[in-house]
């Protein structure tokens, strides 16, 4: 089992940037493919973004391609969300989440992850 802590949301103004961290414990973090998700007051969860467990591959939602880089320190067992040109449509609270077996089809599914942080609340004014 892994445990996941979730930092560095805020209120940014449109266009500036944010650095999400996510600190894992518990397990070897490089077993563990990782995502990042979000959910705005009345809507689903979504995707945003996922790292393979070397950090070679990256995925990305089509909405934050280009502004959002997904990246991970495995020697400090964290991933992290680098979030430029935000918009006021990026408010949302963004969770991190885990998961040991993943499958290439299936990074941005919700239901692929075992184990999701408390999740951290990202606020962009316009």
């Known amino acids: 089992q892994v445990q996941l802590v979730e930092s560095g949301g805020g209120l940014v103004q449109a266009g500036g940037s944010l650095r999400l961290s996510c600190a894992a414990s518990?397990?070897?973090?490089?077993?563990?493919?990782m995502g990042w998700f979000r959910q705005a007051p009345g809507k689903e969860r979504e995707f945003v973004a996922a790292?393979?467990?070397?950090?070679?591959?990256?995925y990305y939602a089509d909405s934050v391609k280009g502004r959002f880089t997904i990246s991970r320190g495995n020697a400090n067992n964290t991933v992290y969300l680098q979030m430029n040109s935000l918009k006021p449509e990026d408010t949302a609270v963004h969770y991190c989440?885990?998961?040991?077996?993943?499958?290439?089809?299936?990074?941005?599914?919700?239901?692929?992850?075992?184990?999701w942080g408390q999740g951290t609340q990202v606020t962009v004014s316009s």
């Open positions: 518990g397990r070897t973090f490089s077993n563990y493919f």
């Open positions: 989440a885990a998961t040991v077996f993943m499958s290439r089809s299936n990074y941005n599914r919700g239901t692929a992850y075992d184990y």
């Open positions: 790292i393979s467990r070397s950090g070679d591959s990256t």
